[in-house]
């Protein structure tokens, strides 16, 4: 038996409650000498589990004993343990070791792990002092060929979680599953003022302090979200895949540029505090860290040669909106202007390279904005959302050329942003919405951010036959791939302003191997 097993932890109760039996274990000894006494479990953000790879993924968790942030922890470095076992009840342990959680990252935990097996479930935890955290499930990547490779797989789009427009019965759905990952497509918070009155029937609950612009409102904002209940029971089941949109910084920024057109210096620091508390909140490896303020979120994960998931980050080094931003008719040269960038030129050239050389059957690309441009003017005249890849039209045309010219099979793209689902065929032309379609593009609505919503379509789906479905309903969207065709689900909620929704799916598509098309089933 390992000095680990020995000391460490005991499973006690048919309910599965856990409890410590701990002495001491192998940090330093000014760390090791502090045996943390907490006021409350630290564990109240739960445990996650992303970025998986054929022989591992990241663990995280981060802890804290309150989401306001104001019960501080006993000590400024906290050993965590941590184990994963091939079994929920650790009688396998595979790995364990220690992680310091350290102030100065708000006490978050991550832990890269490596020489796993491909396409495994795993299960995990971690402890610090007397206290064991909730156990966390995660699955590793398929690999290549023989005993790890997998024939299909299915996976989750999700966006767009206002906390105070509704509850996350989307999330307790995604929760009960069996996916391999769930991909997280930007806006996992939202910025703005707690609202003054107290919950209505439309908006039932409340953010905490005013518009979030320091790192303590960032690191409080998130841990409120992180601490509903539906949302930690989705992160203990699946790994994640996340990249963010606006609102994890500031509504429709632009690289430096901020809504308000405030001082470079003050959003910098603003946007600086903003990213440094979204990756104390995820999953993500520490190679996403290596750029001093910046967040490397762009990147690819293989799932053997059946998917390749490109992810894009579409906020961080993008040109101003054009045409003063919003739904507007093109306007001519600012908005043709060829230096107005939407990926950054090395990402645009990172994320194509990476595409050429993909294998994959199937490559998923993570998008936060819609790519097809959709005509948002009803009848005659056309308008285009400036804010998404319509907006940029010579960086769309870049992109879409880029792939035909690298013969990527079977281009994916998930979106979130818009809060609605739009099932497309991305039109190849950015002011014909008739034109040949060049992938296939699912918007998967939002967790709950605009609230209920309608059944009534949109007025300008006549005007768009790219078009296939659309609804404004939240939910989420699953996808499952084998080597001959794509399944999309629709599923969504009648409401979310009370939290016993039960979800239904309101639309199916296929995509088959080598069309870029959809086949409603
Ligand atoms: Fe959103």
Sequence with gaps: MSPMTRRSLVRAGAAGALVAVSAGFPVSPAVARTRPRFTGSPFALGVASGDPSSDGAVLWTRLTTDTL??????????????????????RRVVRRGVEIADERSAHSVHVELRGLRPHREYWYRFAAGDEVSPVGRTRTAPGFGFGGGADDLAFAVTSCQNYEAGYYAAWRDIAAQDLDVVLHLGDYIYEGA???????????RRHVGPEITTLFDYRRRLALYRSDPDLLAAHAAHPFVVIWDDHEVDNNY???????????AVFSARRAAAYQAYYEHMPLRRAQVNRGPNLQLDRTLQYGDLAQFTMLDTRQYRANQACGDGNKEPCGAEWEDPSRTFLGDEQERR???SLGRSRARWNVIGNQIPLTAIDQQAGPGQKLYMDGWAGYPVARDRFLQGLEDRKVRNPLVVT???HASWACEVNRDVRDPASRATAVELIGTSISSGGDGTDVPSAVLPDNPQVKFQRSRRGWVKVALDRREARAEFRHLPYVTRPDATPKVDAAFTVQDGTPKLQRV
């Design 351 to 353: 994320v194509l390279r």
């Design 194 to 204: 707690g609202k003054s009155d107290p919950p209505t029937a439309t908006t039932p």
């Design 416 to 418: 979130g942003d818009v």
């Design 69 to 90: 942030g104001v019960d501080p922890l006993p000590a400024p470095r906290i050993a965590v343990r941590w184990e994963v076992a091939e079994d929920e009840g650790f």
């Design 254 to 264: 632009a690289g430096l540029i901020s809504q308000d057109d405030d001082p470079v």
